[in-house]
């Protein structure tokens, strides 16, 4: 009686070790398992959160480039300048344009423009028509256009800042103490000045532009930040330094972040030939790291 019950022990706890070894092993492959699954799963996962990554940096540069873009083609003629280290790009922005009247004529609609107060004379003169309408400049008739807007006839060379800045007479570009003021003329606008100007050149095309001021962009590579200032008076000398005059007081709008690089370079062309500049821009997260480089052609024949 006790041997059986000394085999029945036996048996149990043979039963017991099988069991806990079955329970090791089932262990040890379930962590190699999951070691497999973990490894499938993970570097997938790693692979989509660098893809999405680089694509969220390939977006903000490039959101960036072409909001320069659009700047830089509407850039007044000779205007653009690029700051000594590269960091610094301004503009004389444009809203519209259109052809001066330079003499008497009617354009086939019935409404003559004989008038001397129709045509822009090189004198001190103080209104003008232009050959139709204003196409994208947003006005009412009667009313100022916006303070600081200017206008600007054949800014050629490099007067073009000093004459903004000072306001000198003659000059390129209207005062920026200038109102305009436009009205309906027939078919043409009518424009009147507060003062009268005498532009320095005209155009061999007669064309005039509407400045609405200048726009700066400054790259912040401690800040990691590219920032679009506006709002701001012209200076003869480029402002870099948005803590002094006269960006201390333009409006400030974030163009890009995580900027680790960022370089303009400007090559103004010649009479024959449009400028180009240059944009590169880095921008990082982690270790991502993006660099794109946009060329736009600048239209500088006023």
């Known amino acids: 009686m006790e041997h059986r019950t000394g085999s029945r022990r036996r048996a149990l706890r043979s039963q017991a070790a099988f069991s806990l070894v079955e329970l090791t092993v089932v262990i040890a492959l379930g962590a190699i398992v999951a070691g497999m699954v973990t490894g499938f799963i993970a570097r997938p996962m790693q692979g989509y ?152 050149f005209e155009s061999p095309r007669q064309r005039l532009s509407v400045v609405d001021g200048p726009v700066s962009y400054r790259c912040d590579l401690a800040a990691g930040t590219l920032t679009r200032y506006s709002g701001y008076a012209a200076a003869s000398a480029q402002p870099t330094d948005p803590a002094l005059p006269p960006l201390d007081t333009a409006a400030a709008a974030r163009a890009a972040d995580r900027l680790s690089d960022c370089r303009f370079t400007y090559d103004p062309g010649t009479p024959s030939r449009a400028g180009l500049v240059t944009i590169r821009l880095e921008v990082t997260e982690g270790d991502e790291r993006v660099r794109l480089l946009h060329q736009v052609h600048v239209e500088n024949s006023p």
């Open 49 to 200: 959160r660098d893809v999405t990554v680089r694509a969220t940096l390939v977006d903000v540069a490039e959101t960036a480039l072409r909001r320069m873009s659009r700047d830089v083609h509407a850039a007044l003629p000779n205007s653009l300048r690029v700051s000594v280290d590269g960091r610094s790009l301004e503009l004389l922005h444009t809203v519209d344009g259109a052809r001066y009247r330079r003499g008497p004529g009617d354009d086939g609609s019935g409404t003559p423009h004989g008038l001397p107060e129709d045509r822009l004379e090189f004198v001190a003169d103080a209104e003008f028509n232009v050959l139709g309408r204003f196409a994208n400049l947003a006005f009412s008739y009667g009313t100022p256009l916006p303070a600081g807007t200017r206008l600007a006839v054949y800014t050629t060379g490099g007067a073009v800042w000093t004459d903004a800045a000072t306001s000198p007479d003659p000059a390129t570009i209207t005062p920026a103490a200038t109102r305009i003021t436009i009205t309906a003329d027939g078919d043409e606008d009518h424009v009147t000045l507060s003062a009268p100007h005498r532009f320095r």
